[in-house]
């Protein structure tokens, strides 16, 4: 049984919600805080599908950290995200406490700053500049791929730990698209090691926000981890600063990036600000993308094997090209099936400026917002056979129509992912270039368990062995033991 399989219940009978106005929201009632706080650290997923499936799409939860507003029907997360963004900031505890680590860039900052800040940033972003990239990303997997053949990690039978593999290649590739080359081999594992503690206590602190405030173990360990981030980008930023080579990577147009209006540019702290979110969210989000679809293609070899025939056709041995993106559609299909089972941003929260109305019902002044991708994308009245994996619902003939909230990976409305195209071309062009030499088998011993962390990742290890295709194997998947 597959994790999406497991998390399946019957669906109790719910009022229309549509057909009433009142101030008084569904969910259950305030002497259950306690337990409510302590399911949502141990089984978030589960505990907000729980609650859609018990009180409907607009629910109140009572917490030791307040009450949260659960919004899950896309009519109301386009509310939040896009009719009425305005009345919806990032005043609340998850953003508070990601500002410790990424300081006021794109993903924190709110307001007046965060316009000027996303006008600096968005020729970055441009089509044609994510367009030069894809030659980095296709030669950057070749080589990360020749390395582990060398060690004879591919072909031995000696399992991969895949989130770990996936997060080293995709901030390497997220390093050389921002300053231009490999960061030293030291500097790598210094932000890599700094980055994954700062997941883990950023999404403990999230449960239990005084963690952070007092003089605990973990705010050390998060000073520490803030510490080696911030020497190693701001000795990069310096360097740069310091030097008259001119270069082409994204730091450069950074540097040079001047606001329309005020002709101003980014300051040091700010250029750091940004740089330390690119690192974050450029390569954890790619990386648990690539994990969650390996570990699903390895459970549905048909789909594999298909793949391993779109990539025959069109690539025919050579690697793949952006220009050949087009051409490769189950590709895409597969990684947007992969973010609509496993987003790796699973949520999404706000505060509420002055009250509002969704699905019905009031939402209060100050009211703290959760939006849920992980449930919204498994809504039974938007998705046929919500828990299964089927690709082909992203065909054009399939996707016609369907609701624009009903699928948000990249959260929406003028707070829209800005490397969310980045992030699609990276995806596509690192499973072309794996799957077309490559076979991934999941471990039979592996226990996989989806971990809601600041993204959503594999808990500990995904084991998978990977064998060259042209030995003659045939794709048979593999099982292991999911949960």
């Not at 890599?192 to 449960?207: G, K, Q």
């Amino acid at each position: 049984m597959t994790i999406a399989e497991s998390s399946a219940r019957p669906t109790e009978q719910r009022p229309n919600h549509s057909e009433q106005r009142t101030s008084r929201l569904p969910g259950p009632p305030w002497h259950t805080a306690v337990g409510n706080t302590l399911r949502f650290l141990r089984h978030a997923l589960d505990f907000s599908q729980e609650m859609r499936d018990r009180y409907g799409d607009v629910v109140s939860v009572p917490t030791l950290m307040g009450r949260l507003t659960l919004v899950f029907h896309p009519d109301g997360v386009r509310r939040v995200l896009q009719e009425n963004h305005l009345n919806y900031n990032k005043d609340i505890p998850d953003y508070r406490i990601l500002s410790l680590v990424l300081g006021k860039g794109l993903l924190t900052n709110d307001g007046e700053s965060w316009l000027q800040q996303r006008r600096l940033m968005q020729p970055a972003f441009h089509r044609d500049r994510i367009a030069a990239l894809g030659t980095l990303i296709t030669d950057a997997t070749a080589i990360w791929l020749d390395q582990l053949e060398a060690t004879q990690a591919i072909g031995s039978g000696r399992p991969l730990d895949i989130p770990r593999e996936m997060s080293r290649l995709t901030l390497s590739i997220v390093c050389k698209a921002l300053f231009g080359a490999d960061l030293p081999a030291e500097a790598l594992e210094r932000v890599s090691r700094a980055l994954s503690t700062a997941n883990h206590l950023l999404a403990e602190a999230f449960y239990l926000p005084g963690i952070l405030s007092l003089p605990t173990p973990q705010r050390r360990r998060l000073r520490e981890a803030r510490r080696e981030l911030h020497a190693v980008v701001d000795t990069i930023i310096q360097q740069r600063r310091e030097s008259s080579e001119e270069r082409g990577d994204l730091l450069a147009m950074l540097l040079e990036a001047r606001d329309a209006e005020t002709g101003a540019g980014m300051s040091d702290q700010q250029l750091r600000d940004e740089i330390l979110t690119l690192l974050l969210a450029g390569h954890e989000t790619t990386a648990n993308t690539l994990s969650w679809t390996l570990y699903l293609l390895a459970q549905h070899p048909d789909t594999a094997a298909n793949l391993q025939a779109e990539y025959r056709h069109t690539l025919r041995g050579r690697l793949p090209k952006m220009d050949d993106l087009p051409q490769l559609p189950l590709t895409r299909m597969v990684i947007e099936e992969s973010m609509r089972l496993y987003p790796p941003a699973w949520a999404v929260g706000r505060h509420a400026l002055a009250e509002d109305e969704i699905g019905g019902y009031i939402i209060p002044k100050r009211a703290y917002v959760l939006v849920f991708q992980y449930v919204t994308h498994r809504h039974p009245d938007f998705w046929e056979r919500p828990d299964d994996f089927d690709p082909e619902r992203f065909a054009a003939e399939r996707a016609t129509g369907r609701h624009r909230f009903a699928y948000f990976p990249f959260g929406g409305g003028p707070r829209l992912c800005i490397g969310n195209q980045f992030a699609m071309s990276e995806a596509q062009l690192i499973l072309a270039t794996v799957l077309s030499r490559y076979q991934l088998f999941l471990s039979p011993t592996a226990r996989v368990i989806p971990e809601p962390l600041v993204t959503l990742r594999p808990r500990g290890s995904l084991l998978m062995t990977a064998h060259c295709t042209t030995d003659g194997a045939v794709y048979s998947g593999g099982k292991g033991d999911a949960q």
